[in-house]
């Protein structure tokens, strides 16, 4: 794929996110399709971001459970960029309004204390780099019609990232088996799904290895003080609007997302 | 019950056809009285279905329960039976009362009753070839209940609605889980067995165990194979199942065939 097919892909993905109509797959358009040009995409949006002003606050990593790995065909994770305002305040609604078709999962978010720089990264490195850990709530979205989506459909619409809902207690590394942290995840206070770190390929912890070790390689550190959404310990669950979602933790707290009524 | 013993499979609609419910725990009840006219003892019950994923997966809507006799007791690493036919392996949180727990009892009577509570895995087994049952066809064959592997202590004061668990399997597939997943937590998963007990005249007692419910979807356990689960801590607690049928052959039998 050329350089002008990946920019006017970026285009039509980005004018997605305004328009709030999803477009159609990209693999069915264009055959050619790889996984370079499929970053190369999400990297000229990126562009796009930083020149309208936006920050990247970190990266979200994707299709870390086995279940999800099977779906896709895929035997590796992918990963998206977090911009700033991605980030919504656990005490407001979220605007319903601004996703196309949202999914919500439960997530240990990583906090770094220091740049971590790949390849070459160990599990070993990754900890010491962490600061500490949030529970979270990532709101996933596609702007790929039907959430019909393939890896390098998923990789070029920014690892299907939408937002991101941060709890407030800290929590150290050493105070909590991120493998065994159990989740339960309950929609509008019923229980709708449970799991646990190890979902994450295993565990959390390997998934940030592997996006420092991915990322290194195209001259990315991660950075002191970013984000880092390690994947989703539960499968997807849709939203509504008006819905609450709470993820409980054993041993991380808790997170509350609420979503406005207001439709698109 | 024979079945069971010669290791045959059945299908429901040849054998009891649509029975209800009430008929099928007099089934089960019958089938109960045969293992304790043979010389097992009752030690306790195990509730069937609590979770979602496994009443998706069965495609049952309300849960059940069968009773557990001495010999379905293992500890962990120990084989399962060689009478098993399709014997498939679920994550649970196994609870042993300390008190007497009769029906109607409040959340705060039902966690005071509570003994002590374990990491287990449960072995079911149907008679029913394919696990293709209703919940009457499943609740006359005891739950399909076969084991209960005893595991590792769960900390005192632990939330058995958080506690996590991953279920490894013979390929290495995990499952990951909480204890909500029985019932939205285990302690109501007791209560309601008790509630259940009740209304059929009978009771918890103390010393009895009790098998909340599946937290993950149940994975099969091929022979040769071993299922183990590993509970936020506590530590592990595995089950495995003989070859079928030993090899037999002898070194003279490999130098004959050349390889």
Redesign the interface.
């Known amino acids: 794929m050329d350089d002008a097919t990946r920019v006017e892909v970026a285009a039509s993905l980005l004018e997605a996110y305004r328009t709030r109509q999803p477009i159609e797959p990209l693999v069915e358009k264009y055959a050619g399709l790889e996984l370079d040009d499929a970053y190369a995409i999400q990297q000229h949006q990126v562009q796009a971001w930083l020149g309208e002003g936006r920050v990247i606050q970190g990266h979200k990593v994707g299709l870390t459970s086995?279940a999800m790995q099977r779906q896709m065909g895929v035997d590796q994770p992918d990963y998206g960029v977090l911009r700033d305002d991605m980030f919504y305040p656990e005490d407001a609604p979220v605007p319903a309004g601004i996703f196309l078709a949202p999914r919500i999962e439960p997530e240990i978010a990583f906090v770094l204390s220091r740049d971590l720089t790949g390849p070459g990264v160990t599990v070993a490195e990754a900890a010491a780099a962490v600061d500490f850990v949030l529970p979270a709530l990532e709101i996933i979205d596609s702007r790929i019609r039907d959430w019909k989506i393939t890896i390098l459909d998923t990789i070029a619409d920014n690892a299907s990232s939408g937002g991101v809902m941060l709890g407030s207690t800290p929590t150290r590394l050493s105070d909590v088996?991120l493998?065994?942290?159990?989740?339960?995840l309950y929609g509008n206070g019923a229980?709708v799904a449970?799991?646990?770190?190890?979902?994450v390929l295993?565990s959390p912890l390997l998934s940030l290895a592997w996006l420092a070790n991915t990322v290194g390689r195209h001259g990315v550190t991660l950075r002191a003080g970013h984000v880092v959404l390690p994947g989703s310990?539960t499968p997807a669950q849709p939203v509504r609007p008006g819905d609450t979602w709470t993820a409980?933790?054993?041993g991380i707290g808790s997170v509350t997302a609420r979503f406005g009524q207001e439709t698109a | 019950m024979a079945a069971h013993e010669a290791g045959h499979l059945l299908d429901p609609g040849a054998t009891v056809g649509p029975i209800d419910l009430r008929t099928a725990y007099a089934v089960q009840a019958e089938g109960l009285a045969l293992r304790l006219a043979a010389g097992e003892r009752l030690v306790g019950w195990k509730i069937g279905y609590t979770s979602a994923a496994m009443r998706a997966q069965m495609r049952v809507d309300a849960p059940n329960f069968g009773p557990l006799t001495d010999r379905m007791l293992l500890a962990g690493g120990e084989p399962v039976s060689t009478a098993l036919t399709q014997p498939r392996v679920e994550p649970e949180i196994l609870l042993i009362l300390g008190d007497d727990l009769p029906g109607g009892s409040d959340r705060d009577r039902v966690a005071h009753a509570v003994g002590e509570a374990r990491g287990a895995l449960e072995v079911v087994d149907s008679v029913w070839r394919d696990y293709r049952f209703r919940l009457e066809d499943n609740t006359a064959d005891g739950s399909s209940a076969a084991h209960a592997v005893i595991g590792p202590l769960l900390p005192a004061g632990v939330d058995l609605a958080e506690v996590g668990v991953t279920l490894i399997g013979p390929d290495g597939e995990r499952s990951e889980a909480t204890g909500a997943a029985a019932f939205g937590h285990p302690l109501d998963a007791l209560g309601w067995l008790a509630d259940a007990l009740a209304a059929q005249g009978s009771r918890l007692r103390a010393g009895d165990i009790v098998l909340t419910g599946g937290l993950t979807a149940a994975v099969p356990l091929p022979s040769g194979a071993r299922i183990r689960a590993d509970f936020a801590g506590a530590g592990e607690v595995s089950v495995r199942r003989e070859a079928a049928v030993p090899p037999s052959r002898t070194p003279a039998d490999t130098a004959e065939t050349g390889t």
Do not use: E, P, S, Y
């Open positions: 086995g088996d493998r065994l942290a159990g989740c339960n229980l449970t799991g646990a770190g190890g979902a295993g310990v409980q933790f054993a």
